[in-house]
């Protein structure tokens, strides 16, 4: 009896304190995970939404069903309620309810109802709480405003952000999905546009949502539909023969097996997941999914991100907590910028890795990497400052240079490295986020060789930077623990990785080179429009790239290396690396023939089986760049004039071992073709 008495005094003190006026974080701390009944729900959800002193909106609507797709709308209800279990009565009742809220929130916002939208499904929870109908709308609206992510449509913002997320937490389960071309939006758009009522039996909803209102956290949702595709983990590593719509099908599936009685347990790992994830970068996504603001969201800051942004100030902050804190998440800082710009300054508790080591002397980087990941280790084990489970990279935050500190980031992702991410602006906000107490806080800063304070030293033009400043911490605290703290722990940082950092003494002129030194700037072949060229620019602003180098929407084509050779007119091939924007690099050939320039990816464990990435017409490339420094890293720019200049339409990069033979073949190429349209 006692055990009773005490299992209930929750239920006691919940009844409490909704009457004397609670926060829906009251509600969480007092329910500890369980289950709410009934008899309080409708109460709890009404608090946790803040609807318990709404008005009745509903007395505005005019009960004039005329909008533009009514009769869809009307047909969608009908076809959803038909697969109820409700008696007819209570069905025509439903019927009639979810054809006026939503009809009068069309009406009431200005918009039109869409097919699929996840509207009806939301709306049979709150019905079955039996509320006033003015009520059932209030949550409803409250829902849609509050907890249901923007930009829910094809290829949408809540999509790259999840795929992000998978990525941080479980590199190598993304990675498979990305390679059978899965994206989130075609096996989780119910989850997101309908907080899983679409997919989900009713009690297992009603459990889920008792949990979930009383975080106060939209967010939280993309931490559910992590947990139930980690689930599926094991299942789906073993479908590697499977067919994409195999694997879709087993995905979009799996909310439907949840059980009322799995749903703590359910949401107490999103929970975990939650807590290992970098605040700032749900802070950003909560600003940008759920604000009311109705700005523009921008696609191609999270469809193109490499890995996982992390803001500065989380960076920094995070470096002053405690390392017996479970609950933060605590980074092992990589600064990835070449020798000279780290010698320039940089914070006492970064790890170097130069960049271009992966280039110059994979072997040394290999060692290096091998020596980053024991003094990670090592940090943990001495509970150092510098101690982190999380990577979080660091670059110069200048696009052109951070191109080959991406590529060191990517080489981590292909190993499957959990808890990747990438400091937001790099140094520059590092930088910018000290200011005035930079000498305190930074090692070894030079104010005449810093590229930050001296944007001049550097060949590449600077670029314009905007600087959030952030009043997370007061200043004076933050720099003086920071000043004392980090230094103290330098040198022992230092000590333990000594024997594996490998920084270049070569400072090269970080100018590039021309493929034939005899050529000019913009040179026209004999009065023919200046549709190739060869400069010592590498611009590398571009419009459209694609993150995986390809077409989305087109057609594989896979060929069989050997017969693709035989069939076409091929001059020549080279075996390479492309080079991706994010970073990544395939195993690919270069392909040569009379009149383009065809890039084949190889396919992994079929040996001799390729994809036709692309098929350049040699008439389009106009440049042909390199780096100094990496010579055998080759860019080739497509484009077209533009008067007395270029227009570059695009972009390919390759990693050739023979580059200076590849470019000297594609340009005699280019200039045979010119000739031949000149006779």
């Known amino acids: 009896m006692a055990g009773e008495e005490e299992d209930n005094t929750w239920l006691i003190e919940l009844e409490s304190a909704l009457l004397d006026g609670c926060t829906a974080q009251d509600i969480n701390g007092l329910t500890k995970g369980k289950k709410i009944p009934e008899s309080l729900r409708p109460d709890v959800w009404l608090l946790c939404l803040n609807c318990q002193d709404a008005s009745n909106q509903m007395l505005t609507f005019d009960e004039i069903f005329d909008l533009t797709n009514q009769n869809v709308l009307r047909d969608d209800v009908k076809k959803f309620v038909k697969g109820l279990d409700n008696d007819e009565d209570e069905k025509l009742s439903v019927i009639s309810d979810i054809e006026s809220i939503i009809t009068f929130y069309c009406k009431s916002k200005g918009i039109n109802y869409n097919s699929n939208n996840g509207w009806i499904e939301i709306l049979l929870p709150l019905l079955s709480l039996k509320l006033p109908k003015s009520d059932t709308y209030n949550l409803f609206e409250s829902i849609i405003q509050l907890y249901i992510p923007r930009g829910c449509t094809k290829n949408g913002v809540p999509f790259h952000i999840l795929r992000l997320v998978l990525q941080y937490h479980d590199p190598e389960l993304c990675s498979f999905l990305d390679t059978k071309r899965i994206t989130p939006e075609q096996y989780c758009l119910p989850w997101l546009r309908s907080l899983f009522a679409g997919t989900c039996n009713l009690e297992v909803v009603l459990f889920m949502w008792d949990l979930y209102f009383q975080r106060s956290d939209p967010f939280f949702i993309f931490f559910l539909c992590l947990i139930m595709i980690i689930n599926t983990r094991e299942q789906l590593l073993q479908m590697k023969n499977d067919d994409k719509s195999t694997i879709i099908e087993t995905l979009s599936k799996m909310p439907a097996d949840l059980e009322a009685n799995d749903v703590s347990d359910f949401c107490s790992l999103a929970h975990y997941y939650s807590l290992k994830t970098p605040v700032s970068f749900r802070e950003d996504v909560l600003e940008v999914l759920f604000s009311e603001s109705g700005l523009e969201i921008n696609s191609k800051l999270y469809s193109q991100a490499l890995c996982l942004p992390v803001a500065v100030h989380e960076l920094i902050e995070s470096a002053t907590v405690d390392a017996t804190d479970v609950d933060s998440v605590k980074f092992f800082l990589v600064d990835c910028r070449p020798a000279e710009q780290y010698n320039s300054g940089h914070l006492s508790t970064a790890f170097?890795?130069?960049?271009?080591?992966?280039?110059?002397?994979?072997?040394?980087?290999?060692?290096?990497?091998q020596g980053l990941l024991n003094a990670q280790r090592q940090a943990l084990a001495a509970g150092s400052l510098a101690a982190g489970e999380h990577l979080c990279f660091v670059g110069s935050g200048r696009t052109e240079e951070d191109s080959y500190a991406h590529m060191v980031v990517a080489s981590f992702l292909k190993r499957n490295t959990k808890h990747v991410s990438i400091l937001d602006g790099g140094f520059v906000a590092i930088h910018d986020y000290f200011g005035p107490h930079m000498t305190d806080c930074l090692e070894e800063h030079s104010p005449s060789t810093c590229l930050v304070c001296a944007p001049n030293n550097n060949n590449s033009s600077s670029e314009l930077r905007q600087t959030i400043v952030?009043?997370?911490?007061?200043?004076?605290?933050?720099?003086?623990?920071?000043?004392?703290?980090?230094?103290?722990?330098?040198?022992?940082?230092?000590?333990?990785?000594?024997?594996?950092?490998?920084?270049?003494?070569?400072?090269?002129?970080?100018?590039?080179?021309?493929?034939?030194?005899?050529?000019?700037?913009?040179?026209?072949?004999?009065?023919?429009?200046?549709?190739?060229?060869?400069?010592?620019?590498?611009?590398?602003?571009?419009?459209?790239?694609?993150?995986?180098?390809?077409?989305?929407?087109?057609?594989?084509?896979?060929?069989?290396?050997?017969?693709?050779?035989?069939?076409?007119?091929?001059?020549?091939?080279?075996?390479?690396?492309?080079?991706?924007?994010?970073?990544?690099?395939?195993?690919?050939?270069?392909?040569?023939?009379?009149?383009?320039?065809?890039?084949?990816?190889?396919?992994?464990?079929?040996?001799?089986?390729?994809?036709?990435?692309?098929?350049?017409?040699?008439?389009?490339?106009?440049?042909?760049?390199?780096?100094?420094?990496?010579?055998?890293?080759?860019?080739?720019?497509?484009?077209?004039?533009?008067?007395?200049?270029?227009?570059?339409?695009?972009?390919?990069?390759?990693?050739?071992?023979?580059?200076?033979?590849?470019?000297?073949?594609?340009?005699?190429?280019?200039?045979?073709?010119?000739?031949?349209?000149?006779?």
């Open 352 to 369: 170097h890795l130069d960049c271009n080591l992966m280039l110059q002397e994979p072997n040394a980087f290999n060692t290096a990497v």
């Open 470 to 679: 952030r009043d997370n911490i007061p200043a004076i605290q933050l720099f003086s623990k920071l000043s004392s703290a980090m230094k103290a722990k330098s040198q022992e940082v230092k000590g333990k990785l000594i024997e594996y950092i490998v920084n270049p003494n070569s400072t090269v002129n970080n100018s590039e080179w021309h493929v034939s030194a005899n050529d000019k700037k913009e040179q026209r072949y004999r009065n023919v429009p200046p549709v190739f060229s060869i400069n010592d620019e590498d611009d590398d602003s571009r419009s459209e790239i694609r993150r995986d180098g390809t077409d989305m929407d087109s057609l594989e084509e896979i060929v069989d290396i050997n017969s693709f050779l035989k069939e076409h007119k091929v001059i020549d091939k080279f075996p390479c690396q492309e080079v991706l924007v994010n970073g990544y690099m395939h195993d690919s050939f270069l392909i040569v023939t009379e009149t383009h320039l065809v890039v084949l990816r190889d396919i992994p464990n079929k040996k001799g089986i390729a994809q036709v990435m692309s098929r350049r017409p040699l008439s389009t490339i106009v440049k042909i760049t390199a780096k100094k420094r990496h010579p055998e890293l080759i860019t080739f720019k497509y484009g077209l004039p533009d008067g007395d200049n270029l227009l570059i339409k695009d972009m390919d990069r390759f990693l050739i071992p023979n580059a200076s033979i590849a470019t000297k073949v594609v340009s005699h190429q280019i200039v045979q073709q010119l000739d031949n349209k000149v006779l």
